[in-house]
């Protein structure tokens, strides 16, 4: 069986997706071939959108590849400007002898910058080592659709223990806020067992402050231990 589909749309408004956004995007997809591996392209455009006082001008998200469920492959970019920095976005989803990766995941927006190269496995859950560098997160979170300032740089890293995935995430911050919710001087070194089906957590987390509406908890140092399938706490 073969396909041909060619669909085009347009979102007039997409404050029906975030109170915090205005701005209109197009879209157009475009499938043709055989009906089990079709050529696939999909791409996005908006001139201009405006959300939590940033303009994201000239975005355009392109996707090609084939839609091979054994044998998937896809390039993916984004670009366009944030307040006038440059947004820049690439990854390559590649599959050799049977093997699924992301290969060259690349994300740079001004100063931001998040990198790795990632295993899929069976289920496309992912195996490797993201870096993250974000002196800035407020124009990824417009990107999002969402308010949020601060600084974030660690790590997150992917791994399985038998057939259940599991995450290690280690990362500082300064300060880092969204809405009412702000936190100074944040250090995580943590692991998710399971993190998909029952997760557990273990590690520490240290922080200077933590401010919620008009609370406030200073010299918080937790330490998360693993119990079987439960976590426990020490610490205050």
Do not use: C, H
């Amino acid at each position: 069986n073969k396909v041909s589909a060619d669909v085009k749309g347009a979102l007039a408004d997409i404050s029906l997706l975030s109170k915090d956004a205005k701005g209109a995007i197009t879209f157009a997809l475009n499938a043709q071939g055989a009906g089990t591996a079709p050529d696939l392209s999909l791409t996005v455009d908006s001139d201009r959108l405006s959300v939590a006082a940033r303009e994201i001008t000239g975005l355009k998200l392109t996707a090609t590849g084939k839609g091979d469920i054994a044998s998937p492959a896809a390039d993916i970019s984004l670009t366009g400007s944030v307040n006038d920095e440059p947004l820049d976005f690439k990854a390559s989803l590649v599959t050799r002898q049977g093997k699924r990766s992301i290969n060259g995941l690349s994300l740079s927006l001004g100063d931001n910058k998040v990198s790795g190269d990632l295993a899929l496995d069976d289920r496309f859950l992912p195996l490797g080592t993201m870096a993250l560098d974000l002196p800035d997160i407020s124009p990824l979170a417009a990107l999002a659709l969402e308010k949020a300032n601060g600084d974030v740089r660690g790590t997150i890293a992917f791994s399985k223990t038998g057939n259940a995935p599991d995450v290690a995430i280690k990362a500082t911050t300064d300060s880092i806020s969204r809405g009412d919710l702000s936190a100074k001087t944040v250090t995580i070194d943590a692991s998710i067992a399971n993190y998909l089906a029952a997760p557990v957590i273990s590690g520490k987390i240290r922080a200077d402050s933590v401010t919620s509406g008009g609370t406030v908890i200073r010299g918080i140092d937790v330490d998360l231990k693993r119990d079987g399938d439960w976590t426990g706490f020490s610490g205050g």
